[in-house]
């Protein structure tokens, strides 16, 4: 790579100045930098919702990226301080489940260390903004060139979400929603793969209430207002309203219950 290249995942929001003194800290360090926010609208302290938006995004960049991704409500308790070796990229955060994806991806061939090397924090380290003064610093210093066997010892026990798996009951597909997004789709645990496998044209049950018939191709396949299922972009099936949220609509949120039947 040319150029370092950190993306920047937060909680933060972008009212108050916190995404601007991250950016502030790897730019002393690492001036030549392309800085790419992944998003700061993470929920607060929704550990969960941080890793699902790494999951969907982080991918997409090439190899020797530096992922910085602060969703901390431990910040100054007992957390440890991670750095992750996977995919070709490094991972920079808290110790809380927040590189859950690639944790457990055997395929990942992930390695941890825990953030113990002095020369990676500022010296005058707050106890409740390590986004600015020690992740984002040994983000800057390992896009730099900061050799990661040397950011501190072995981590053999990172910290990693419990994942809702789909599974089968019967002829049916037994998922949860995983996932609400900025537009109110409810995004399920439940890949494409396994809804193809089904014979017919599946009916989707969202909790007990609502049931949708058949898998539409797009939103505007269905009506305004009319609640639609599909496989959306990242491969899983979706709950969607045209023209509005469903999880206004239909009052349902992450861990609702969906439950897909063959005809």
């Known amino acids: 790579m040319r150029f370092p290249l950190i993306t920047l995942t937060s909680d933060f929001g972008l009212a108050d100045g916190y995404v601007g003194a991250m950016k502030g800290v790897i730019l002393s360090i690492a001036p030549a930098a392309a800085l790419v926010d992944l998003t700061h609208q993470i929920p607060p302290q929704d550990v969960r919702a941080g890793a699902y938006a790494l999951s969907q995004a982080a991918g997409e960049f090439p190899a020797g ?28 955060g808290p110790d809380n489940g927040l590189f859950t994806h690639v944790l457990g991806d055997p395929a ?4 941890a260390r825990q953030l113990s090397h ?3 924090a500022r010296p005058d380290m707050s106890a409740t903004f390590h986004g600015r003064d020690l992740f984002a610093p040994a983000a800057a210093h390992l896009a730099s060139g900061f050799p990661f066997a040397e950011v501190g010892p072995p981590v053999t026990d990172p910290v990693r979400l419990a994942a809702p798996q789909p599974r089968r009951d019967g002829a049916d597909l037994i998922g949860e929603v995983v ?17 193809d496998a089904l014979p017919g044209r599946p009916t989707v049950r969202v909790e ?15 009506p305004d207002g009319d609640v639609v299922a599909l496989i959306g972009s990242g491969g899983l099936l979706e709950i969607g309203v045209n023209g ?5 609509t239909l009052r349902l949120g992450r861990g609702s219950l969906v439950t897909v039947h063959p005809l």
Do not use: K, Q
């Open 108 to 111: 990942a061939a992930a390695e």
């Open 179 to 195: 996932h609400v997004d900025g537009f109110g789709n409810l995004i399920t645990n439940l890949p494409a793969a396994m809804l």
């Open 65 to 92: 990226t530096v992922h910085l991704a602060v969703v901390d409500p431990g910040v100054g308790g007992p957390r440890r301080a991670l750095a992750v070796r996977a995919r070709g990229c490094l991972w920079v």
């Open 118 to 120: 002095t020369g990676l």
């Open 208 to 222: 007990a209430d609502t049931v949708v018939a058949g898998l539409s191709a797009t939103y505007g396949s269905v």
């Open 244 to 248: 509005g949220s469903a999880a206004d």
